[in-house]
C-alpha cells in the first residue's frame, strides 16, 4: 500500500526550492521523488502554505447503527418478500436514513437473512407421443 512522502522530506524539497538550489525536475532528480509530486508539493505551499500530506481514505461509520439492525430483521420478518429496493424504501421511513441497495444486501447478509426469492417454476410438460 502506498505511503505518503514524510514531513521532513516535504520540508527539504520547499527549503530547497526556496534557496532557488535548481529548478522542479532538477529538485525532483535530486531528492529522487516524481516532478509531480514536487509540482503538486508547491502548489499546495503556495495556495495554503500546508505541506502535510492529504488525508487518506479511512474507517467510515457504518451507515446503519448496530440498533436499526432489529427494526430490519423485523421488517424482514413482517413480509419476508421484499425486494431491496422495498426496505431501503421501508427503513428511510422509519429512520429517516435513506441506504443502498447494496447497503441493505450487506446488512441482510451479516444478520444471515436471505434476500432471494424462490421461483416457481412448473415441471417440464413433455410432448405426448401419439399412438398409432
Request: hydrophobic share 30%.
Amino acid at each position: 500500500m502506498p505511503v505518503s512522502y514524510s514531513k521532513d522530506l516535504r520540508e527539504r524539497v520547499i527549503m530547497a526550492w526556496e534557496a532557488k538550489e535548481g529548478s522542479q525536475r532538477q529538485l525532483a532528480q535530486r531528492f529522487k521523488v516524481s516532478l509531480s509530486f514536487v509540482r503538486n508539493l508547491l502548489r499546495q505551499y503556495r495556495t495554503n502554505g500546508q505541506i502535510e500530506a492529504k488525508r487518506r481514505g479511512g474507517y467510515q461509520k457504518p451507515t446503519i447503527k448496530n440498533e436499526h439492525l432489529g427494526l430490519i430483521q423485523s421488517l424482514v420478518e413482517g413480509k419476508n418478500d421484499l425486494l431491496l429496493r422495498e426496505l431501503c424504501d421501508r427503513y428511510a421511513e422509519h429512520t429517516g436514513i435513506s441506504v443502498s441497495i447494496t447497503t441493505m444486501h450487506r446488512v441482510l447478509e451479516k444478520l444471515g437473512l436471505g434476500c432471494k426469492k424462490k421461483v416457481f417454476t412448473p415441471a417440464s410438460k413433455t410432448p405426448q407421443e401419439y399412438k398409432s
